[in-house]
């Protein structure tokens, strides 16, 4: 299997400092915005490509302001290295998003039941897990309604892998009233109960990450959710956090807020996992439809970071039908778009 917030310039020049410096914060305008916004009530298991979910999520406070999702990074130094790492993903290779993180919202008194545990036991946390029966499984339900191999396919089929499709089949279970966040890597319905290759469980209201080396329901030991491009941020015409992006290859060490590698290459010009890019300030975005302008722009104010293996420049995305197929527009973005950055000097992250 498979390191950081907006930097905003100092309203007041120190006197004698030729320019304002850049310092790690968030954005108190979002913060705001969501802590004003009022949750729904509900009493019972919430798909996530619903006006109820889009609801729910609008009010949920996903970590700290100052957690590294949250951290505006608009100005903050590049990496020495950036263009020879952007090199090694691809200057010319276009971006492109996957259609996979899906995930169900569970009211706060939602039954725990057992979980196996059968590749990484000792790197995940322990249960019972608030698993619904209708938790969806990677890729659910648009990137199968969309297959013509695979659209007559029924939610039970896939959680139990009936066409043995394989692949990481991540999980995700939002409790957003005890702003708790459960993830799975290889999870899979079985005859005997559920079964997943690791479970992660992280405190939304903590700035507390995984143990140092150990992996999650992603290789680089990083929850997904919290990076995942939803429906609700799109309508509203902002993504306001980090988004999670995969590359081919990637080198055998990670930074903060990442805990674990998933390569044997050594080469320094390869992403650590935890990487962070960013968008180019000066990229134009004004020709673009409102949901592809809300991605971008997001990722010119808050980064992505490099968080798995898989295909270069792919970030992820919910796998809701009501969001339209985004291909042809990300992918007049290339990689020479972007530059890979690092913290301003003193940063100190968050406990």
């Known amino acids: 299997m498979r390191s950081v917030c907006a930097v905003v310039l100092c309203a007041a020049v120190v006197a004698g400092a030729q320019e304002p410096k850049p310092v790690a914060s968030g954005d108190p305008a979002r913060v705001e915005r969501i802590r004003k916004t009022q949750m729904p009530k509900f009493d019972a298991p919430v798909a996530f490509d619903t006006p109820e979910a889009d609801a729910i999520l609008s009010a949920l406070e996903v970590f700290p302001e100052d957690n590294p999702w949250n951290l505006v990074v608009s100005d903050w130094p590049v990496h020495p290295k950036s263009k020879a790492i952007v090199g090694s993903i691809g200057a010319n290779k276009p971006l492109r998003y996957n259609p996979d993180m899906g995930f169900v919202i569970v009211p706060p008194n939602q039954k725990k039941i057992d979980l196996k545990l059968t590749e990484y036991p000792d790197e995940s946390d322990k249960g019972p897990f608030p698993i619904p029966d209708s938790i969806p499984i990677e890729g659910w339900p648009a990137s199968y309604k969309r297959d013509a191999k695979l659209q007559n396919l029924t939610l039970d089929d896939v959680q139990r892998d009936a066409k043995k499709l394989g692949g990481d089949r991540h999980g995700i279970v939002v409790d957003p009233v005890n702003r708790k966040l459960y993830e799975f890597f290889v999870l899979k319905k079985t005859d005997a109960g559920w079964q997943a290759s690791c479970s992660a469980t992280f405190d939304l209201a903590s700035n507390a990450m995984r143990p140092d080396g150990w992996t999650s329901a992603d290789a680089a030991g990083l929850p997904i959710f919290p990076a995942v491009i939803r429906h609700d941020e799109l309508k509203r015409g902002a993504v306001e956090h980090a988004m999670r992006v995969t590359v081919t290859k990637t080198r055998r060490a ?92 003193g940063y100190k992250p968050p406990k």
């Not at 935890?274 to 968008?279: H, Q, S």
């Open 254 to 345: 990670y930074t903060y807020p990442a805990t674990h590698f998933a390569s044997r290459l050594t080469d320094e010009s390869l992403p650590r996992m935890g990487e962070r890019l960013r968008l180019r300030k000066d990229f134009d975005t004004s020709k673009f439809g409102p949901e592809v302008k809300a991605i971008l722009e997001g990722l010119k104010k808050y980064g992505m970071f490099v968080a798995d293996n898989g295909l270069d420049w792919a970030l992820s995305c919910a796998p809701d039908p009501r969001i339209p197929v985004l291909h042809e527009e990300l992918r007049k973005v290339k990689g020479s778009d972007f530059e890979v950055v690092i913290p301003p000097a």
